[in-house]
């Protein structure tokens, strides 16, 4: 299990209008995780949408590749408190993976290689505000940071963006995932340092 560390101190910015109340900013990518970094070769990774109903649909890597990608530019914000401007990610909006899924669903819970999983209300993910990336600055993602794929939903505290992506599974209700069952807040959003179960 990661170390939750509420006292990460960065170099101080709180004049800066980009920088969420709390928060630090640093030049780093400090790499937390939850467990163990999982390897997942490119030629074994699947992705996996399952509606609520049970219907699946999944993409393998070079179908992953073969969508439109899109360059994403986005400040992101970790819920140890540190922040970084403007970091560069390359990947598929959420959007391309629902676009043929019919379902009356609220929620999403994001599975990840290793068994972690968030949960989401599924507009969180929609109308171009998450991506699955496989890139970052430039390079192929490395598995320390989520590769060789990884959610990215850049308005919401960073453990949302769950590393080494394997699926989503739709859902009519709310499932906790790993740190909201730990006690992080349900929804996560940064400016409203919405941090731990009662924030």
Not at 75 to 81: A, F, K, L, P, S
Not at 110 to 117: F, L, M, P, R, V
């Amino acid at each position: 299990m990661g170390i939750v560390n509420r006292g990460f101190q960065g170099r101080g910015g709180a004049d800066e209008p980009r920088l969420p109340p709390g928060q630090h900013l640093t030049d780093d990518f400090p790499v937390l995780s939850a467990s163990v970094t999982p390897l997942i070769p490119k030629d074994k990774w699947e992705f996996t949408v399952t509606s609520e109903t049970g219907v699946q649909r999944s993409w393998r890597w070079q179908d992953l590749l073969a969508l439109p990608s899109e360059s994403v530019v986005s400040d992101i914000h970790c819920v140890t408190r540190w922040s970084k401007f403007g970091t560069r990610w390359e990947g598929v909006p959420v959007d391309a993976f629902l676009a043929d899924v019919t379902t009356a669903a609220t929620h999403v819970t994001a599975t990840s290689y290793g068994g972690y999983t968030t949960n989401l209300p599924l507009t969180e993910l929609r109308d171009g505000k998450a991506w699955i990336v496989y890139r970052y600055d430039g390079q192929d993602l490395a598995a320390l940071h989520g590769g060789p794929a990884r959610l990215l939903v850049p308005h919401l505290y960073f453990w949302k963006s769950a590393k080494w992506l394997n699926g989503l599974r739709l859902s009519l209700r709310d499932e906790p995932g790993f740190w909201e069952r730990a006690g992080y807040h349900n929804h996560g959003d940064p400016w409203r340092e919405q941090r731990y179960e009662f924030d």
